[in-house]
């Protein structure tokens, strides 16, 4: 499964942005993003199953970031609204093979090149 985020780019605060990250087609259980600031540990931002029937969000970006996967194009994306300073990283998108959903990093497979979110203030 090869991934690779778009759409990121610099944003005022209050700002949204959406990017998008194409997983091939292959089958896998379930689709994610995280995210790193520099210095900082990388995080858990949101996830999806494949067939959409389970959505979980980080306590810092639920009710902001959406994530969604659009079928019929093989693209999972995550819409983020309300942008603020500290939402700024490099967001990546990852991809889990084995059944279930998680929100850890050794819970995901695949991993793609991320793209850079900047919020100024």
């Known amino acids: 499964v090869q991934l690779q985020a778009s759409g990121g780019g610099l944003v005022q605060a209050g700002g949204s942005l959406r990017l998008s990250c194409p997983d091939s087609?292959?089958?896998?259980?379930?689709v994610s993003w995280f995210r790193q600031a520099p210095g900082k540990e990388r995080e858990f931002v949101a996830a999806m199953t494949w067939r959409g029937d389970r959505k979980l969000y980080a306590d810092s970006t639920k009710g902001r970031f959406t994530i969604s996967r659009d079928n019929r194009n093989n693209t999972v994306y995550l819409q983020m609204n309300s942008l603020t300073p500290k939402d700024t990283a490099h967001y990546y998108c990852a991809a889990r093979r084995r059944s279930g959903i998680g929100t850890t990093s050794a819970d995901y497979d695949y991993w793609g090149q991320g793209t850079q979110v900047t919020v100024s203030s």
């Open positions: 087609g292959r089958i896998v259980s379930a």
